[in-house]
C-alpha cells in the first residue's frame, strides 16, 4: 500500500552533527504519548534507556568514536521508527493493525494487533516493540499531532534543530542544499519517513548499510499470497471445466 | 436390499470430518489473516478471537491428521505393478475410454494424495505451533511464516481437488464418508483387489 502522493509524504529529518545528546526528544515523546520510564542500570555509557522499548519509542543512540585529531568525539543520533514506504511489518501483519496514514507515517490499530509479533521478525530496523498485554508499540510520527497541523512532540522540544519536520522532499533538498552529502534513507526501501543528513559515512554513526525486508517476507508477499486464491480457483476452475468436458466417472466401464 | 460391505469405520469417518471441519475453517480464517478480510474477522468478533480460534482449530487439525495415520498411513506405502499402470491412464479421469487396472482398497492417487497431505498438514501444524509459542526466535518464526504459507498454497490446490475426486466426479463416493457402507457389488467393480484381499469375491 504505497503513499501515492509523495508530495504530501511527511517525514523527519535527523541532523546527527547537530544533536547535542540531550535526550529532551525522549522526554517529550514520553510526556505527548503518556509512557512511564523504563528502570535502566549505569552501565558506561551515555545512551539510556539501553535500546527502543515499549515506553521508549525513540533514543539517542551514542558511540564514541575518538581518533588522533579528535580524541573525544561522541556522536549522538535519534532513533525511532523509519516509516518505510516498503513498510515489511505493514506487508506481514495479519491483521491489518499497521496501517499508513494520510501524511505517510506508519502507525497501529492498538485493538486490531493480535500480538502475533510477526512485524518484528519483517521490519529491518528492530523497531516494534510489545507491551505488557501484549499489543504493538513504536513512533507513530505522532500521526494525532501532524493531523492536526502541528509537529511530532520529538521534533517540537528539539532545541538545537537536530530534528525537522516537514514535507519529505523539502527537507531533502534542503539538507542538500546545506551542504549534507549523504541522505541516509533517500532511497532505501522506496524512502524511508526518518531521514538523516550526514556529512560523513552514515556507517559511522551506526546506521544500517542496505537495509531491507527479510527475502523470505518479499517471497511470500509477492508470490506466495497470491498463488494462494490463484490457485484455490484454479483448481476449482479446472475441476467445473473436468465436469463438463470429460464428465464423472461411470461405473459400468470399469468392469472386470 | 444388496449386501453392504463396511469400507470406513466409524471412528474414520469422525475423525475424517473432525480434519475437513477444522481444515476448512481452517482456510477461511487464513486467508482472512493474509487478505484482512474484516467481514470474516467479523463474524468471530474480531481478529483477536479469529486468532484464537485459528489456533486451537490448528491443534484440533494437527491431533486428528496423526490419528489418520491409523487408517491410511500403511496402504499409502505400498504399491504394485497395476498401481503403476493407473497413472498411465491417468486413473481414467482424462478419457472414458481406456481401461484402468483393478485396484485395491485405494488408488495410487488416493495414496500419494494423502502422503502429500500428511507431510504438509505435519508442516503446516508444526510451524503454525512454533509461531504460537516461540514469537520471540525471530529465526524460527520467519522459516514457520515462509512453511506455514507454503504448505497453505498446497492445501488450497489440494483441497479442492479432494472434494471434488470424492463427491461430483466419483458419484456414490461421498457416503464413504457418511455411513461408511456401500453395496458389495460395486465394491467388486470399484475395488476388486481389496474385496479378493477380505474373502468376498
Known amino acids: 500500500m504505497a503513499n501515492d502522493n509523495t508530495k504530501t509524504r511527511k517525514a523527519i529529518l535527523v541532523t546527527p552533527e547537530a544533536c547535542i545528546g540531550c535526550r529532551a526528544c525522549q522526554v517529550a515523546c514520553k510526556s505527548w504519548n503518556q509512557l512511564p520510564a523504563v528502570k535502566t542500570k549505569n552501565n558506561g555509557t551515555y545512551q539510556n534507556p539501553p535500546d527502543l522499548a515499549s515506553s521508549a ?21 535519534s532513533r525511532r521508527c523509519m516509516h518505510c514506504e516498503d513498510a515489511g511489518c505493514m506487508q506481514i501483519c495479519p491483521s491489518g493493525a499497521l496501517y499508513r496514514t494520510a501524511e505517510g507515517a506508519v502507525a497501529y490499530d492498538r485493538d486490531k494487533c493480535i500480538g502475533c509479533k510477526l512485524c518484528v521478525t519483517a521490519c529491518p530496523f528492530d523497531v516494534p516493540r510489545y507491551d505488557a498485554d501484549g499489543k504493538i508499540t513504536k513512533c507513530h510520527l505522532c500521526f494525532d499531532r501532524i493531523g492536526a497541523a502541528m509537529q511530532p512532540s520529538c521534533v517540537k522540544t528539539c532545541p538545537t534543530g537536530a530534528l525537522k519536520f516537514g514535507d519529505r522532499t523539502e527537507l531533502i533538498d534542503g539538507a542538500k542544499k546545506d551542504g549534507f552529502k549523504t541522505i541516509y534513507g533517500e532511497k532505501d526501501l522506496s524512502g524511508l519517513g526518518s531521514i538523516y543528513a550526514f556529512k560523513e559515512e552514515p556507517k559511522l554513526y551506526g546506521m544500517k548499510e542496505n537495509p531491507t525486508i527479510p527475502s523470505s517476507v518479499v517471497f511470500w508477499h509477492n508470490y506466495l499470497k497470491p498463488l494462494s486464491w490463484i490457485g484455490l480457483g484454479g483448481v476449482v476452475a479446472a475441476a467445473a471445466l473436468h465436469y463438463l468436458a470429460i464428465g464423472p466417472h461411470k461405473e459400468k466401464e470399469e468392469e472386470v | ?37 474484516d467481514p470474516v474477522a467479523s463474524v468471530f468478533g474480531g481478529y483477536n478471537t479469529m486468532k484464537d480460534v485459528h489456533n486451537w482449530l490448528g491443534l484440533a487439525f494437527g491431533l486428528s491428521l496423526l490419528y489418520t495415520m491409523r487408517h491410511y498411513l500403511m496402504d499409502a506405502f505400498e504399491y504394485d505393478a497395476d498401481d503403476l499402470l493407473w497413472f498411465k491412464v491417468a486413473g481414467g479421469y482424462l478419457s472414458h475410454k481406456v481401461t484402468v487396472p483393478p485396484m485395491g482398497k485405494y488408488n495410487p492417487g488416493q495414496k500419494l494424495y494423502y502422503l502429500g497431505i ?46 471434488y475426486l470424492s463427491t461430483l466426479a466419483n458419484p456414490g463416493t461421498v457416503q464413504l464418508m457418511l455411513s461408511g457402507t456401500l453395496p458389495l457389488d460395486d465394491a467388486k467393480k470399484r475395488y476388486p483387489k481389496w474385496i479378493k484381499a477380505v474373502g468376498k469375491m
Open chain 1, 57 to 77: 519509542f525513540n533514543i539517542i543512540r551514542y558511540s564514541e568514536i575518538p581518533s588522533k585529531a579528535d580524541p573525544v568525539r561522541w556522536l549522538f543520533v
Open chain 2, 1 to 37: 436390499m444388496a449386501e453392504m460391505i463396511r469400507k470406513s469405520h466409524v471412528d474414520e469417518i469422525l475423525n475424517h470430518w473432525i480434519l475437513a471441519g477444522s481444515c476448512i475453517l481452517l482456510s477461511i480464517t487464513g486467508f482472512a489473516f493474509l487478505f484482512h478480510l
Open chain 2, 118 to 163: 500428511l507431510g504438509a498438514g505435519i508442516a503446516i501444524s508444526a510451524s503454525g505451533l512454533a509461531m504460537w509459542l516461540m514469537k520471540d526466535n525471530t529465526t524460527v518464526m520467519l522459516i514457520s511464516h515462509l512453511v506455514h504459507n507454503l504448505a497453505f498454497v498446497f492445501f488450497c490446490i489440494a483441497g479442492p481437488v479432494h472434494i
